[in-house]
């Protein structure tokens, strides 16, 4: 894999999150989602898909997207929470729970901002 593979492969896949954060946004405001497109599973996602397929051959082995891996875990297990209190009818509750999910989501987005920074400096040798 070349450098600029690896860049637009964590691109691709930040833009997967970003997608996937506004069908759940879209399923707090009331709006009929499918489950497929906000899936709860942390691995059932786009950016998990990536994330545990070639983003971990690529990267597993830095501190950097271990660091992704959390915040990411952290997000769907908030978004569990708020998959349920729509599910339930909660629509406060849900969107409280919303507003937590957004920030956690900056946090996972700056995250992989650093990832990219990391493989922007990081010599052809390493991919």
Known sequence: MTKQEALRQVRYAKSSH?????????????????E???????????????FYSDG????????IYQDVE?????LHAVYHMV??????????????????????SHSLLEAI??????IQTASQYQF
């Open 18 to 34: 970003i997608r996937w954060r506004a069908y759940v946004q879209a399923m707090v405001a009331g709006l009929e989602v499918e």
């Open 36 to 50: 497929k497109r906000a899936p709860v599973h942390h691995k059932e996602c786009d950016f998990g898909h990536w």
């Open 56 to 63: 971990f051959k690529a990267f597993g082995h830095w501190q």
């Open 70 to 74: 959390y915040s990411h875990e952290l």
């Open 83 to 104: 998959f349920e209190a729509c599910a339930n009818g909660e629509q406060a509750r849900a969107a409280t729970l919303a507003e937590q999910l957004v920030g956690i």
């Open 113 to 118: 901002g650093l990832l990219e920074e990391e």
